[in-house]
């Protein structure tokens, strides 16, 4: 008897439960309009959409003078080496710059741009290197012979080919001998509905120099940052419609 | 030579091959590749179907997620390498027993699935992403408004 009263209790309890969660869910936003959607990430068996772009915004004032945060994440996300040399993969970078005649210098990190119009798509012999519905630009390692072009074209010097064979590579990171690879906006946190690894510890760092999100939603944080302050493309000039956009350069 | 005994050679070759056939019948059987047990009740198709098909499943599931970005579980490799893996070296294919090399070295097909991608399956760890972040989950749901029925 005592068992069956407990199990009524927390059916009942779980009841409220599911209610109190369906009450979250879907709240009325007028007679006959329903808001559905509290974070819930895309449906695994749904394809990349169009209607998204994935987007970065950083503000080169809050970027860390010599913090390398979003560096480590992402050699460690990726299962870089972290070298520097010539040979060696870096997806993400910081670059110094300073202004010649004012001497205004800067740290920004540098990364694949993601460009809406990517030299390194249209240069590709295999179509390895491609463009994702939702405007993430990546290379298909099942196509890419290794002939680099795609790394020629590329105004950023933003990819690497690696140069010897690998091991212990991450399960959601393939990564092999002979490809050509840069920054895939860590797609595989995207699709999880999370955040790439590089702006998570710039934010644990404290600096929230990087966002990211969907620029073609006017409700995201980035699209409103980007809504209320210039930004800056790099290399303009060349009508890439860049998805990385700089503030403070 | 007479009749007789070329008759009575040839029988005798006769039987020699058939023990030498049914012999390497035999040996063929004693070398058909062990496989590991896998985790797990069932594999995602019967194992009749995933001998003859696993490429072409890998290959189509592949092309979808890399290009489309179709993340189901279902005929992914990285779900063949968390039932598969073997116990003793935690991998698919790091020895000639584990369950890729086993079969592969067995038909004399080369396998490059690992030159890029991992033999062992990743941690269960979710990392310090659950942590609130300033995403805009907003991002891929856009506001669905939709009428109701």
């Known amino acids: ?249 | 030579m007479t009749a007789q005994s070329l008759v009575n050679s040839l029988i005798g070759a006769l039987a020699l091959s058939a023990l030498l056939g049914l012999g390497t019948v035999a040996q063929a059987a004693a070398d058909t590749p062990k496989v590991s047990a896998a985790k797990g009740d069932k594999c995602v198709e019967n194992t009749d179907f995933m001998r003859r098909n696993h490429m072409d499943l890998l290959k189509h599931h592949r092309d979808d997620t890399m290009r489309l970005g179709i993340r189901t579980t279902k005929h992914s490799l990285k779900g063949c390498v968390e039932c598969h893996a073997s116990d003793k070296t935690g991998s698919v294919a790091s020895s000639k027993e584990d369950f890729c090399v086993a079969c592969h070295s067995y038909a004399s097909v080369k396998l490059d699935c690992w030159d890029c991608h991992a033999t062992k399956p990743g941690k269960k760890t979710r990392g310090k992403s659950d942590a609130k972040m300033p995403i805009d989950h907003a991002a891929h749901d856009h506001i669905h408004a939709r009428g109701v029925k």
Not at chain 1, 55 to 60: A, P, S, Y
Not at chain 1, 109 to 123: A, I, R
């Open chain 1, 1 to 249: 008897m005592n068992t069956n009263s407990g199990s009524t209790t927390a059916v009942e309890s779980r009841r409220a439960v599911l209610k109190a969660g369906a009450a979250i869910t879907a709240a009325t936003l007028a007679p006959g309009l329903m808001f559905y959607g509290v974070a819930h990430s895309r449906p695994a068996e749904e394809p990349a959409s169009k209607d998204v772009r994935w987007g970065m915004l950083i503000d080169t004032q809050k970027c860390g003078d010599g913090c390398k945060s979003c560096v480590t994440a992402c050699n460690e996300e990726h299962g870089l080496s972290g070298k520097t040399g010539p040979q060696d993969s870096q997806w993400i970078r910081k670059v110094d710059i300073r202004n010649l005649q004012t001497d205004a210098q800067h740290a920004l990190p540098m990364l694949c741009q993601h460009c809406e119009n990517p030299p390194c798509v249209d240069v590709c012999p295999t179509g390895a290197s491609m463009k994702r519905a939702d405007g993430i630009v990546l290379v298909d390692s099942h196509l890419c012979i290794g002939c680099r072009y795609c790394m020629m074209a590329c105004p950023y010097q933003a990819r690497s080919l690696v140069h010897e064979p690998l091991t212990d590579q991450k399960p959601d990171v393939p990564r092999g001998v002979g490809c050509v690879e840069s920054c895939t906006f860590c797609v595989q946190r995207v699709d999880r509905d999370e955040t790439p690894a590089c702006v998570e510890a710039c934010t644990e760092a404290g600096h929230n120099a990087m966002l990211f999100g969907d620029i073609n939603n006017p409700e995201t944080p980035i699209a409103k940052a980007l809504k209320a302050r210039a930004s800056t493309e790099v290399r303009a000039d060349l009508n890439l419609n860049t998805g990385v956009r700089y503030q403070g350069i």
